[in-house]
C-alpha cells in the first residue's frame, strides 16, 4: 500500500501564491505518474496538472502559465506552484499516484482564494 499525504493548502488572496506538497510513503518500489486534481463545491472532480517519471507535465488550459508541477523522485514528492490565484481556483486539491500499476490518491487539502 501507498499512502499520499498532501500539505500546503490555505487561504490566500487573488493574485497571491501557494506552494502544494505531496509525500508517497508505505510500500513503494516505484512511483510512476503522479498529477493534482481538484474539486469545488458542487463540481466534479477535474485534472489539473501531472507530471510523468521523466518529468513531461501536462496542465488544464485554466491553469497553464499559473500553475507549475514539479517532483523529487528520491523523496517520493511532487509539488504544485500555484501562482496568480483566482477565486475559480478555490477547491480541495488532491494528488494522485501511479505505483505498480494502481492508482493512490491523498487526502486533500483545501485551496481558498478569496477576491
Known amino acids: 500500500q501507498v499512502q499520499l499525504v498532501e500539505s500546503g493548502g490555505g487561504l490566500v488572496q487573488a493574485g497571491g501564491s501557494l506552494r502544494l506538497s505531496c509525500v508517497a510513503s508505505g510500500r513503494i518500489f516505484s512511483i510512476g505518474a503522479m498529477g493534482w486534481y481538484r474539486q469545488a463545491p458542487g463540481k466534479e472532480r477535474e485534472l489539473v496538472t501531472t507530471i510523468t517519471r521523466g518529468g513531461i507535465t501536462n496542465y488544464s488550459d485554466s491553469v497553464k502559465g499559473r500553475f507549475t508541477i514539479s517532483r523529487d523522485s528520491a523523496k517520493n514528492t511532487a509539488y504544485l506552484q500555484m501562482n496568480s490565484l483566482k477565486p475559480e481556483d478555490t477547491a480541495v486539491y488532491y494528488c494522485?499516484?501511479?505505483?505498480?500499476?494502481?492508482?493512490?490518491w491523498g487526502q486533500g487539502t483545501q485551496v481558498t482564494v478569496s477576491s
Open positions: 494522485n499516484a501511479n505505483e505498480r500499476l494502481r492508482t493512490y
